[in-house]
Structure formats: C-alpha cells, structure tokens
T-cell receptor, first 112, second 111 residues
C-alpha cells in the first residue's frame, strides 16, 4: 500500500450539486496532485498543491478548486456538477524534489 | 494529437508469451518517464521508471529513445497476474511536476 488515503470511496450526486473529495498524503510527502480518470482513459492532471499553494493546473475550469492543509492533506472541490464529471478522482502524493507519485485508491463519483 | 500515445489494445496473449508495448510522446521537454500498471477499478501503481540507458526489473524491461521520443515496455514469460492496463507516463519538470498519462493498453494473459 502507498499510504495515500482518499474519502469517500464512492459518491453519487446530481447535476448542479457541489462535492468535496479528501486526500491524505503519504507521510513525509508535501506535494499532492489530483487527477480525473474517465472510463477507458488515462488519468488527466487537474492541479497540484505544494506547501498549501497551487503549484500548477491542467485544463480544467475554475469550478474545480482545491486546498492543501498544513498537514499536507488536501481537498478537491467541484461546483455545479455536470454529467461529464462522472469519473474516478485520484490523488497522488510525492516529495517536491522527486517525480515519483504514489496514488491513493480514488473516489468514484457518479453524477446523475 | 495526444501528448502521450500508446498502442491500441487489447492484447490477449498466452501464458509464457513475450509481449511488447510501445509509446510515443510529443513534448520534447519531457524529463521523466514511467510505466504504471492499473488493475480493473483500482489506482495506478508504479511499475518502473524508464531511463535512457534502459532498465530491467525481473521479467520487465523498459527502454527510452529520446531522439525518437519513444518508450517501450517488454514483458517476458507472461503470467496470469500480469493481466492489467499498462499506462505510459511522461513527466515534465517545471512549476508543477505534472504527469501526463497515455490512455493505456489492456493486457490479458490467457491460461
């Protein structure tokens, strides 16, 4: 196991609602990255947090936002949910100085 | 054009076979390269990093050709437990060390 945990495991929401997903990074890792994985696709980079600051962002609209806390855990918030937001949301933690990212088990979000 | 392109799958091979996956990437600034393995409905797990000199880990051999922007993974003596989706991953260092994933190639090893 990687030591990265995510909650909840599964979530069902309806279009227009808001959702918050949580991630606890591996001990000693101060960088958290979030990815969206649609069915049959590879994960797509959403954004990365390093020491509580956003440190890079992929091609996702502003309704995708995040936070990182002093203990390096992180949240992903998605507002105004759309059907296409249905996906597996993965967080990965890493040392800022290294590239190896270790993934949590993911949160499977279904938007109806 | 996708930033990371992989062989279309699926690959169905008998136990004991040798199978090769190929991947190309478009960003010449890419500086780190990986193969991840993803089992059905699970998270990606790092299989191995890929270096220009090539590297081997048991039955798995990875190669990188920076000039051609090409990455490969060779699996020898396939086992049933190798059945999974293999993701080619490229990292770009910068303000964010983001990883760009290919869409993956599904491998099924048959008894």
């Amino acid at each position: 196991e990687t030591g990265v945990t995510q909650s909840p495991t599964h979530l069902i929401k309806t279009r227009g609602q808001q959702v918050t997903l949580r991630c606890s990074s591996q001990s000693g890792h101060n960088t958290v990255s979030w990815y969206q994985q649609a069915l049959g696709q590879g994960p797509q980079f959403i954004f990365q947090y390093y020491r509580e600051e956003e440190n890079g962002r992929g091609n996702f609209p502003p309704r995708f936002s995040g936070l990182q806390f002093p203990n390096y855990s992180s949240e992903l918030n998605v507002n105004a949910l759309e059907l296409d937001d249905s996906a597996l949301y993965l967080c990965a933690s890493s040392l800022a100085q290294g590239d190896t990212q270790y993934f949590g088990p993911g949160t499977r979000l279904t938007v109806l | 054009r996708k930033e990371v392109e992989q062989d279309p799958g699926p690959f169905n091979v008998p136990e004991g076979a040798t199978v090769a996956f190929n991947c190309t990437y478009s960003n010449s600034a890419s500086q780190s390269f990986f193969w991840y393995r993803q089992d059905c409905r699970k998270e990606p797990k790092l299989l191995m990093s890929v270096y220009s000199s090539g590297n081997e880990d048991g039955r798995f051999t990875a190669q990188l050709n920076r000039a051609s922007q090409y990455i490969s993974l060779l699996i020898r003596d396939s086992k049933l437990s190798d059945s999974a989706t293999y993701l080619c991953v490229v990292g770009v260092l910068g303000s964010a060390r983001q990883l760009t994933f290919g869409s993956g190639t599904q491998l099924t090893v048959l008894p």
